[in-house]
Structure formats: C-alpha cells, structure tokens
C-alpha cells in the first residue's frame, strides 16, 4: 500500500474526487435537485484577466428545462468576502452560459456563522442554499450503518457514500470516534463490491489519513482497508490529488492577487483624492 506523509486541503480532494467519479450519484446524495445531465467547466475568466475557480458546477433538468448548480464545498464559515466570490461565479455562470444557475453551498463547519445572503442592488440578491449536517444527523446515519452492515443487509449508493462523508461532517470532538467506528463497519460490509467499493475506500482513507495521519492508528486503520486500495488504484488517486493540490494552490494565489489588485486600485483613488485636496 503506497503511504504519503501527509495530505492537504483533505476534504476538497475528497470532494473533487467524488464530483468526478460518481457525479450524479453524488448530486443525489446532497437532495440537489434535476436529473443530472453532465459537468460543466469550472474555471471562470474575469473581464479584468484575471481567473477563477468553481468547485463544482452542473448542468441539470427538470420539468421546467435545464439549469445549472453551482456548489461550492466549504469547511469554514463563509464570509463577505467569501459569498461575494461565489456570487460573482454564479453570475459568469448565468450570463456564459444562457442558463439559471442554483447556487448551493455544502459546509460541514461555521453554518451559524456564515453569510446567508449578498445583495448587489435591493432587487439583485443571491441567497445561496446551505447544505449541512447536525450532529444528531451524523449520529443517527451512522447507528443506521451500523444496523444495516451488521445484519447484512444491502446499502443504498446514499449510505454508501455515508461511509466517506459522514467522518468529514462529524464535529469535531467526535471524528476520531466515528472515522474509527465507520472504518471498522466498512471492513464488515458485504453489500458493496468492485470499483463502487475502491472508490468509497479511498474516500474513506482520506478521511482516515486527516484525522489520523500515519500514527500507529492511522496505520491500523488504513490496514483494514489495504484491499481496496490496490496499488494501480492508489497511484492514481495519489496523481489525483497532487494535481488537484497544486490547483488549490493556484486558485488561492489567484484570489489574494485579485484582492491585492482590489487595493492598489483603492490606493490610487485615495491618492488622487488627496492631490485634488492640495492643489485646492
């Protein structure tokens, strides 16, 4: 089993990884609504040069024709600065692309916290939709796996995914606890067989590798799951996540220069203010 030190940003590669392999699997276990059709491009390119970089966005149907989704996965609370950068992506979005855009916002921490709305004019307001999970929601999955694996019975795709979600939204007191309980009924679980059980390992690792590290825990844990994570598959998702990386890296970059070019910009009007109040 190939074993990397470390691992960064641990929910966004989970995220992008799963958004990639099971797209519509995945819509459906957030409830996001339509009948998924495909994904759409994420990268954004300002008028200014500049470019941006959505999580996820999608293209869907219902009776009322297409539209598309635009998640965002976030594991903090989200800020004014924050939601005036997913507006402007929904915003691109529409205009692009002709189409209505929903606009979601998948948390797992800082819901209470974050900005519920941004308001560009009083009739132009993006109110995104929040998507999280209480403890007792976590809880209450989680007893729910339990019953199911240990008596046999066949997981649905959504509890499945549970097995790789459920330890990224568990509070934080907890999530040693549940990613050790959650790894342990994988190990039992027979419902789950070929490349749908490799992928929900890996997500699960992941997990394991965020909490854990490669402490002796974390060795024993990853262990359970060492015959789903083949190294032809590991190695692949490793190459995943290390591109995947470097794009969070640049996507980060990309918003302190926008927000550094937003400064100049106040600094040189502010001086030119000034040079009209001394020659006066």
Not at 74 to 101: F, H, L, M, N, W
Not at 254 to 266: Q, V
Request: glycine share 4%; aromatic share 10%; charged share 35%.
């Amino acid at each position: 089993m190939i074993l990397k030190k470390d691992i960064h940003h641990p929910n966004d590669v989970m995220n992008k990884y799963f958004e990639n392999v099971m797209p519509e699997k995945l819509k459906d276990y957030f409830k996001l609504p339509g009948k998924f059709i495909s994904n759409f491009p994420t990268k954004i390119f300002r008028r200014d040069g500049s470019e941006r970089e959505m999580d996820w966005l999608m293209l869907v149907e219902d009776g009322r024709g297409e539209f598309l989704i635009h998640a965002e996965f976030q594991s903090y609370a989200v800020d004014d600065e924050k939601i005036e950068i997913i507006a402007d992506c929904t915003d691109y979005s529409k205009i692009y692309y002709g189409r209505p855009v929903l606009t979601v916002i998948i948390i797992t921490e800082g819901y209470g916290a974050s900005v519920k709305e941004f308001k560009r004019t009083s009739s132009d307001i993006l109110k995104p939709i929040y998507i999280c999970m209480s403890e007792e929601e976590v809880i209450e999955r989680l007893n729910n796996l339990e019953e199911k694996i240990l008596n046999h019975k066949k997981l649905t795709d959504d509890e499945a995914l549970d097995i790789a979600f459920l330890p990224m939204f568990a509070p934080r007191n907890k999530a040693h606890d549940i990613t050790e309980n959650v790894t342990r009924l994988f190990r039992e679980d027979t419902s789950l067989t070929g490349a749908f059980r490799n992928d929900i390992a890996f997500g699960l690792s992941i997990m394991i590798r965020k909490y854990f590290d490669l402490t002796p825990k974390g060795k024993e844990l990853l262990k359970m799951i060492e015959p789903e994570l083949d190294a032809s598959k590991l190695r692949d998702v490793i190459d995943f996540e290390v591109d995947y990386i470097k794009k969070s890296y640049e996507k980060e970059l990309s918003e302190k220069d926008d927000i550094l070019a937003e400064k100049d910009k106040e600094i040189e009007e502010l001086k030119a203010k000034l040079k009209v109040v001394k020659d006066d």
